[in-house]
């Protein structure tokens, strides 16, 4: 594709000198890789975190080496506690667990509550928790381009100290696996110009990674590959500080185009096409040649990013080809690479669809292997997961978004009644849990939840979680907070299996236009999961909470997240209302109609305005800051924009690709949603005006032009959230 011109794509956005600072991912070593536990000023240790999360409180706290694994100890007096456990990562969770429980505070990943009293109070008794597993596996092969590709160390730091505080010990890293590629084919005849040109963007990188696909939108310049290096190897730096484990993407057999022509004895298995993508060839595990790169991976990866014990791979990932390679050998042999490499590394694989096979999992050594299970809440004929995988160890895992969808939910009673039974059964080879949503930083109540599960003992009482959750929530008991929750706990949380999804519908507004349509998403639910009419009474109980526990982000991301919830609930009820007042050619009707579908779609974007988060001028500026020049930078824009939108080319996105990473943002729902809804309401009135069929619409065309020139962004907030949101509450009553 040729470089989006000069003048579009937020103009108004910092230049060069202005980027490198955004985007440093670390030039230099920030001490985070010495001993996990070291001296205070130690910035990958438990206290240097407390001071990061907590800074007005952190000198209150104390931190002990100590206990059995996965065992933590909280215990002290009146603005002096003591926290022990055997890693900092086990220390902070025991930190939360007293902020929780003791001082009513919350910290997710979306939205906190920190309305402490200036001298921390005594625990009482002392607090203690186990984990009831080894493994807590966070973040889905897609995180990185879901959620974006291009955050900054800033932002990795405090994901990292959230993720250390909700208990999980296993972190997937993707970035820097680019650098890592373009390294070692080097080795095996190609050039670094070639190269750069087969690695996707880092917004498409996941998919890559996965064998899905390459070589798009643009190619990907040195300075890029090397800043992603050094971020990729802060990250993992700072894991392994606080006693958790980067989990690495290991080397089962992609390759560049040309791969066999080039390196003699090599053979490769063409692997067609994924959703209107070429994927990349597979080397045959069983070649010397393979051997050969596997060694050259594990080698320069160690160099870029440092050691790891966790790897994952996912061998012929939905609808891959072995051609005539038998599926175990070629297994055995991706193992045996990795063994050579990293002799006590663990094999992370993902249970999805058809994936991984009894002959994968049966010609490995399984005490060896962990599968993260995608699909543990998804399917109601998921029951046995030691059968279907042959007794390898496992993770319960949940999908509760895909794409980065902005629906609230969550299969809530799934995870209540399953987790705890799967893992105490006769010979349960269920070892842990796996945070897999699609994109990060959404759901804050799911996210808490599923990572309790890991350290939980008993029976999961939602209806009482639910409760304490609301008062953790925002700082305090409260009648209507606890009634809100309720109504959530019932509605959007209170889906199960039993329709085979386990994620909540996305909102309609979000759609390429049509009268029938019923997801915006082509793989999404095609109905609410739930009445709407029953969630609505969340919002009217979230603005009468008492007006001194409104102050917190936590409570202002959840009244945006349930109003946000609310409308596009109602363009569910509204949008058959505009199909039969054009039925049965009502042209005043349908004026009325289409005009309070664009204005609650007005109204949507307005809300979404007044959160940092959920602005796509401040998303997209975060792939910019990353562009050396204005080519690149507009370059890396279109990679961010086209993912949430077109996905990638006109094939991908006829064959079901376009809309799949909608979301409700401001910025996109009153910039490409409302062109999208505005222009086909003008070709139906048309229609109806001259009595004939509606002219159609090239809709990719106008979604790439409107990627290479949306306009002016908003990178800056603006609007009150409570205020906005009592105007939806109203505008929905108005509209009913």
């Not at 070593?29 to 001071?51: L, Y």
């Not at 990185?144 to 932002?155: K, Q």
């Not at 087969?198 to 890559?208: E, F, L, S, T, Y």
């Amino acid at each position: 594709m040729s470089p989006l011109p000069r003048r579009t794509l937020l103009t108004a956005l910092a230049g060069t000198a202005g980027a490198a600072a955004a985007c440093s991912g670390g030039h230099a070593a920030d001490g985070a890789s010495r001993a996990a536990v070291g001296p205070s000023g130690d910035p990958g240790g438990a206290a240097a975190a407390a001071r990061r999360l907590l800074p007005r409180h952190a000198e209150q706290i104390a931190f002990e080496v100590s206990g059995a694994p996965d065992t933590y100890r909280v215990s002290g007096t009146r603005g002096r506690l003591t926290v022990a456990g055997p890693t900092p990562a086990v220390q902070l969770k025991g930190l939360y667990h007293y902020l929780k429980h003791v001082c009513h505070a919350n910290i997710t990943w979306a939205g906190h509550q920190l309305a402490l009293p200036k001298a921390l109070p005594a625990p009482g008794a002392p607090l203690t928790g186990r984990a009831n597993a080894p493994h807590r596996f966070a973040l889905n092969d897609t995180n990185d381009g879901y959620t974006n590709a291009y955050h900054d160390w800033a932002y990795w730091e405090r994901e990292i100290d959230v993720l250390a505080l909700h208990g999980y010990n296993e972190v997937l890293v993707h970035t820097g696996a680019d650098a890592v590629h373009h390294r070692v084919f080097q080795e095996f005849g190609y050039g670094d110009e070639e190269l750069r040109a087969w690695v996707p963007g880092p917004a498409h990188q996941p998919w890559w990674l996965l064998q899905n696909m390459a070589a798009f939108p643009h190619p990907v310049s040195r300075q890029l590959l090397e800043h992603r290096a050094r971020l990729g190897r802060r990250i993992a730096d700072r894991l392994r500080a606080l006693g958790m484990t980067p989990v690495f993407p290991g080397y089962f057999g992609t390759v560049p185009p040309g791969f066999a022509a080039r390196n003699p004895g090599a053979r490769t298995v063409p692997q067609g096409d994924w959703v209107g993508f070429a994927r990349p060839d597979w080397l045959d595990p069983r070649t010397d040649p393979f051997a050969r790169v596997a060694a050259a991976f594990y080698r320069v990866q160690g160099e870029l990013l440092g050691p790891s014990t966790m790897y994952k791979m996912d061998l012929l990932h939905e609808g891959g080809k072995p051609g005539d390679v038998p599926v175990g050998e070629a297994a055995r042999a991706v193992e045996r690479a990795l063994r050579a490499a990293r002799p006590d590394a663990l094999w992370v694989i993902l249970g999805w669809q058809h994936n991984p096979p009894k002959a994968l999992t049966d010609a490995v050594d399984k005490d060896r292997m962990l599968v993260v299970d995608g699909l543990s809440d998804r399917f109601p004929y998921v029951t046995d997961r030691e059968a279907d995988w042959g007794g390898t160890p496992y993770a319960f895992g949940s999908i509760w978004n895909f794409g980065g969808h902005t629906a609230l939910g969550a299969n809530t009673p799934d995870w209540a009644e399953l987790y705890e039974r799967w893992r105490t059964k006769d010979g349960s080879a269920l070892r842990g849990i796996a945070l897999l949503p699609e994109a990060a930083d959404n759901n804050p109540a799911a996210f808490e939840l599923f990572s309790e599960l890991a350290w939980r003992q008993g029976e999961l009482d939602l209806k009482e979680w639910f409760t304490q959750w609301a008062t953790s929530r925002y700082g305090g008991a409260d009648a209507h907070a606890a009634r809100a929750w309720d109504v959530l706990r019932r509605t959007c949380y209170g889906t199960t299996r039993a329709d085979a999804w386990a994620e909540g519908a996305d909102g309609l507004f979000g759609a390429r236009p049509g009268l029938t349509v019923r997801s915006a998403a082509s793989w999404s639910p095609k109905d609410l999961r739930y009445p709407a009419a029953d969630f609505e009474p969340a919002l009217d109980h979230l603005l009468l909470v008492r007006r001194e526990l409104r102050d917190s982000v936590a409570y202002r991301r959840d009244l945006l997240d349930v109003a946000r919830q609310a409308l596009s609930n109602r363009s569910r009820v509204l949008l058959p209302r505009i199909k039969a007042a054009y039925d049965a050619r009502d042209t005043a009707r349908f004026e009325r109609l289409t005009r309070t579908w664009l204005r609650l779609l007005g109204l949507l974007d307005r809300l979404a305005a007044t959160d940092a988060g959920q602005l796509l001028g401040r998303w997209v500026a975060d792939a910019r800051a990353c562009g050396a020049d204005e080519r690149e930078r507009d370059q890396l824009a279109y990679d961010q924009l086209s993912l949430v939108t077109v996905w990638g080319t006109r094939a991908g996105a006829d064959a079901g690709l376009k809309d799949y990473a909608n979301r409700e943002w401001a910025g996109l729902v009153g910039g490409l949603y409302r062109l999208r809804w505005t222009t086909y309401f003008d070709a139906l009135r048309a229609a109806l005006d001259e009595g004939r069929a509606p002219e159609p619409v090239d809709w990719f065309a106008l979604e790439d032009r409107w990627i290479r020139d949306p306009g002016r962004l908003a990178v800056t907030p603006t609007g009150d959230t409570y205020a906005i949101a009592k105007r939806v509450r109203d505008a929905l009553a108005g509209s009913r």
